[in-house]
């Protein structure tokens, strides 16, 4: 604990610690934590474990649409001891299945320590459960809060978590979870969380809005529905990628970049020139054509370079095999379809089964467009570099080659448990 700071009343019930319950397995790693803590009578370290947590409190729909960006904070009498109130906490392996109303916020402690409404209302956690507490709330005891949270404040750090009650671990979902895994690690969510509460439902909105300008259901659902058609990345992307995969497949073997160039920039001459004949009935080409047509074969041109730059990259740091390519970028597409069935479900423009539904096709596109997840991974991350990184190799790189390390490496991760065909 911090200098000069009162411990916290943390002792379930009247302060006898409840018996051990073998059987329990926890859902998450959190759950864990705070069970294993709470079982030593360690609230500092079960403290150490909500500070870094993100903690969600439910609310009506009507107050988060009334108000977005506004926090209510419910009381309730659930606790041992009739009649006092609490605010209910819950952790993210404890969430209900998301339902139309009531739908969540999510909160850290330290926030927490700093809006507490009352003196007299308790923090209860994880009511209900092995791991569960509750808390007396008075000025000095969320003094004590704030110091956890001070302390365990950490910059950004990516981790593989696993829903290990009530998330699947098999089959076609798990599959299709997995396919937006690379996200969830880099993000440390759970990656097989298909009920999905994310940042909560006014962050969730907030979030397909500023990223994606989806405001209404039919909204999110065409966007859905171009990811799983790999519509949403660059066409310019695929043609040039299509080329490649064409020379590989016809002449069996490693293509040269040479080659790779004049064999795409005679493709787009040549369209160049079969569109002018379809609309004037005779081959003659404007110069203001002519210069379209040298620039769209410049912009390829440069585009090669940079696609084979970050295969250069991508075999140095292990991500690609060697003598390997990445020969279609749909996988980004694909893997944020996972995800964005996912931030619909969080922002209740779509229903659980709706998302799932989503969430299995994604797999099962996956599937039939690569060999492996190694395959997928590499497609993936040069799809995203190629919109957002612009060869810096900065965070929009680095992050995604963490992710892709740690779930190729973890003995729990979905990679290396699911197979890919």
């Known amino acids: 604990m911090g200098p000069d700071l009162p411990a916290p009343s943390g002792i379930p019930g009247d302060g006898r610690a409840a018996a051990p319950v073998p059987a329990w397995q926890p859902p998450t790693d959190t759950e864990r934590d705070l069970y294993e803590a ?11 474990v909500l500070a870094g947590a993100k903690l969600y409190h439910a609310m009506s729909r009507a107050q988060a649409d009334s108000q977005p960006g506004w926090i209510e904070l419910n009381a309730s009498l659930l606790g041992p001891r009739p009649g006092r109130k609490h605010l209910v906490f819950l952790t993210d392996g404890m969430l209900p299945a998301p339902v139309p109303d009531p739908v969540f916020f999510v909160i850290g402690l330290g926030r927490l320590a700093r809006d507490w409404p009352r003196d007299d209302e308790w923090l209860a956690v994880n009511p209900g459960t092995p791991c569960e507490a509750f808390f007396p709330a008075s000025a000095a005891h969320r003094l004590t809060w704030r110091w ?34 690379l996200l969830c690690v880099d993000n440390a969510s759970l990656w097989n969380a298909m009920g999905w509460h994310g940042t909560g439902y006014v962050r969730e909105r907030r979030r397909l809005e500023e990223w994606w300008r989806i405001t209404s259901r039919e909204q999110w659902s065409r966007t859905q529905e171009s990811l799983l058609k790999g519509e949403m990345s660059s066409q310019v992307w695929r043609f040039v990628l299509s080329v490649r995969s064409a020379l590989a497949h016809d002449f069996g073997g490693a293509v040269e970049v040479d080659h790779w160039r004049q064999v795409t920039a005679r493709v787009i001459r040549h369209r160049a020139a079969d569109e002018e004949t379809a609309t004037d009935g005779a081959t ?33 740091d292990g991500l690609l095999a060697e003598g390997r390519f990445v020969h279609s970028v749909e996988a980004w597409d694909y893997g944020r379809a996972s995800k964005m069935a996912r931030w619909g479900l969080g922002a209740r423009y779509c229903d659980l089964a709706e998302a799932e539904m989503a969430v299995h096709r994604a797999g099962r596109v996956s599937q039939m467009a690569y060999r492996s997840w190694e395959d997928f991974s590499a497609a993936y991350i040069l799809g995203r570099c190629l919109h957002f990184d612009q060869e810096e190799f900065g965070d929009w790189y680095g992050e995604m080659l963490n992710a892709h390390r740690i779930l190729t490496t973890d003995p729990n991760s979905p990679w290396r448990n699911i197979p890919f065909k």
């Open 284 to 316: 003659r080409t404007a110069p203001s054509r002519d210069s379209e047509t040298e620039a769209q074969v410049a912009g390829a041109q440069r585009l090669i370079g940079r696609i084979t730059r970050y295969e250069a990259r991508f075999r140095a």
């Open 148 to 181: 956890h949270a001070e302390r365990m404040a950490r910059p950004h750090r990516s981790r593989l978590r696993t829903l290990w009650v009530g998330g699947p671990l098999h089959g076609s979902v798990a599959h299709g979870l997995a396919c937006g895994a």
């Open 38 to 48: 709470k079982m030593r009578g360690d609230w500092a370290a079960y403290f150490d």
